[in-house]
């Protein structure tokens, strides 16, 4: 999997100071997305897990860690990501994750894959939706347009009904 690049600390992508890991490759092509380079599979660099972990482990002032894109739970690098996920929460499991997504809760569900499905487990949050440049309001918190969800998946999966965040 190649990354399209890293923020070491946002605010802008999740509650709180965050790490933010953008992956490459995006299936979706959304009319005027923020990155469009990312939905390339080749852009970028190849993932340097060990960098990424450092980065991690040595930042104190991050609260959570995001996956955006590109598209992190496509199927060509949700195993990846799942990967990465479950290393990065092993040494820092204080922490809380966030996923951005263009594919909704729903869909990924309906995958019955049991990698998808252990991932969504292991996340705090997901944004899901594609963006939709009609939709698009520039009032709205950590997501693009108001078709986008902001979803605890803890509760969701608790409760057995999506639970969304409203900021």
């Known amino acids: 999997m190649n990354i399209a690049g890293i923020y070491d600390e946002s605010i802008s992508n999740g509650l709180g100071w965050r790490f933010v890991i953008f992956v490459s490759g ?4 959304c009319p005027s997305c923020q990155n469009e380079k990312a939905q390339d599979f080749n852009y970028g660099s190849i993932l340097d897990e060990e960098n990424i972990l450092n980065r991690i482990n040595n930042n104190s002032i991050i609260k959570g860690v995001t996956f955006s894109g590109g598209e ?29 997504t263009g594919y909704t809760f ?5 995958r019955n894959d049991k ?7 292991e996340i705090d949050v997901l944004v899901d939706g594609r963006f939709i440049l009609a939709l698009k309001d520039e009032e709205l918190y950590f997501k693009g347009s108001s078709n986008q969800r902001i979803i605890d998946l803890k509760k969701t999966f608790q409760e057995n009904k999506i639970v969304e965040l409203s900021f």
Do not use: F, Q
């Open 115 to 121: 990698i998808t499905t252990s991932l969504l487990k």
């Open 26 to 29: 995006c299936p979706h092509h």
């Open 106 to 110: 729903e869909e990924l569900l309906s």
């Open 72 to 100: 992190p739970l496509c199927e060509e690098n949700v195993a990846t990501v799942y990967d990465l996920l479950m290393k990065i929460k092993k040494m820092r499991p204080e922490l809380n994750y966030w996923c951005y």
